[in-house]
Nanobody, 122 residues
Framework: QVRLVESGGGLVQAGGSLRLSCAAS????????MGWFRQAPGKGREFVAT????????YYADSVKGRFTISRDNAKSTAYLQMNSPKPEDTAVYYC???????????????WGQGTQVTVSS
């Protein structure tokens, strides 16, 4: 099993930048594919980005492509989501997720963090 704890959320102005972190503990971090999802008020959970075990493969939702970057540091057991030029519509609770298998854009990841709030002001 793996435990995930997100941090780095907060209030950011549109056009600014913010970096979210997801610290993992438990089983070997490099064994897991990592993903970021978000949920805005009144909406369902939405895929944001995913990264493969060694970081060699990434995939993004069209809505964040070119603005957000997912990365990982296996030595630190931490995944990141760099948010550049955020927009008010990016306001949501952001969750990191982990799975032993490539889960793609679906929310079938086995392990989830508690979430961190990101609010983008216009």
């Amino acid at each position: 099993q793996v435990r995930l704890v997100e941090s780095g959320g907060g209030l950011v102005q549109a056009g600014g930048s913010l970096r979210l972190s997801c610290a993992a503990s438990g089983r070997t971090f490099s064994a897991y594919v990592m993903g970021w999802f978000r949920q805005a008020p009144g909406k369902g959970r939405e895929f944001v980005a995913t990264i493969s075990w060694n970081g060699g493969r990434t995939y993004y939702a069209d809505s964040v492509k070119g603005r957000f970057t997912i990365s990982r540091d296996n030595a630190k057991s931490t995944a990141y989501l760099q948010m550049n030029s955020p927009k008010p519509e990016d306001t949501a609770v952001y969750y990191c997720a982990a799975d032993l298998n490539w889960a793609g854009v679906g929310d079938g990841y086995n392990y989830w963090g508690q979430g961190t709030q990101v609010t983008v002001s216009s």
